[in-house]
């Protein structure tokens, strides 16, 4: 199935995966995802907010047990963050029937819609608007960086903007949520276990700065007459990297606009994107306030410390582990499955090892071994739940 996705969305220069919400590329992932369903009997549900469900079982008549992840990705992201979570779990349903396992709950497969934010800058909006932890009034409002709204979007997917909001309807299907994830970072490795379950996601946020100044021309304005907002954007990156390593946590400007970003004119105005993550709520406050001093910033997102549920994860790492337990981490990475747990959802993760930590990037990896032994764990998790 991995095979199936590759070119999808793939950029022949970099060989990285760009597959913003909505786009061309998302909407044939889309169809794959209900062709998948189909193969396998499934019912496929396509709720309010984009939102995919392919169903064994019916959850109208008791909450299932739901898997799955997303197939949207960052720019220029890898090919396992997010899908591998999707054909895990349609993988995880075919070794069930294998073993002739009949579940006594339903079983449900969920792909949610624009989890990376790359498009709009929200992370995780289809669970964030299916939770009504995301306004949709806001939501609608948001514009890409071509400047369409997401309304805009929306009308031209065929799908109404209006709709969108909280889904109690499709909440009340959702007895139970375990996302399966490549593991972005090196813990696994450490521990030299091929699955992992997560304790908890970090609280982490983004803020746009803009740092204004006058535009000028290059060539004849004087050094001492310039009014430059690159300076101002520049102190704030090395601001950033030394407050963040004071306070123990993460900060990052990754994304930035220059304007007019022309190569011969001093910026009249540069906008910039933070952002920070921590064990602490605390420590990432700090440093966003530190930084914020004298500049304009917005709060873009924010998700507080995500704990998820103990017995659940216990009982999994039980299941999962082998002989022993499984290792239990933390993981500063967002997901949907942490979306699900803050509004009350009983969730939890796997994830499986990445043996270079790196993600986000075309050079993020699995083994296919442990891709196979992530398949088999999550089989477990949903036999032992789902029975």
Known sequence: MLD???????DPATHGYVRDAWSPADLELREWFGQEAARRGLDLHDDRNGNLWAWWGDPDREPGVVTGS???SVRQGGAFDGPLGIVSAFAALDRLRERGFAPARPIGVACFTDEEGARFGVPCMGSRLLTGVLDPGRAIGLRDDAGD???DVLRRAGRKPSALGRDDETLSRVGVFVELHVEQGRGLVETGAPVGVASAIWPHGRWRFDF???ANHAGTTRLEDRDDPMLAYARAVLEA????GRHGIVATFGKVRVSPN????????VSAWLDARGAAEKDVRALVEELSRGQRVSEESWTPVVDFDVPLRDRLA???????????LPTGAGHDAGILASAGVAAAMLFVRNPTGVSHSPSEHAEPDDCAKGVEALADALEELAR
């Open 4 to 10: 199936e996705l590759a070119h999808i969305g793939r």
């Open 70 to 72: 997303h197939l949207d």
């Open 149 to 151: 709204t997401l309304a």
């Open 212 to 214: 204004h100044g006058e």
């Open 241 to 244: 990297r030394e407050a963040a």
């Open 262 to 269: 022309n190569a011969n004119a001093v910026p009249g105005l």
């Open 318 to 328: 039980a299941v999962v582990g082998g002989e022993g337990p499984a290792p239990v």
